[in-house]
């Protein structure tokens, strides 16, 4: 499994688009806007930046 880490900040508002992408941002752990959360790699957090990528930029994270 891939330890890359990454940075996920809300820049757009989920109100209206579909409920399921709100729910998408919730499940990644944002909650207001350019709140930002950092992730580690893996298929299911890929697949809820794909739901949701237009209302979130996404950065991979150099680890120290």
Sequence with gaps: MSDKQLKITQV????GYEKSQGAA???LGLRKMHASVVKTDSPTVRGLIF???HLITVEEVSQS
């Design 12 to 15: 757009r508002s989920p109100i």
């Design 25 to 27: 941002l919730k499940a």
């Design 51 to 53: 739901k949701v990528q």
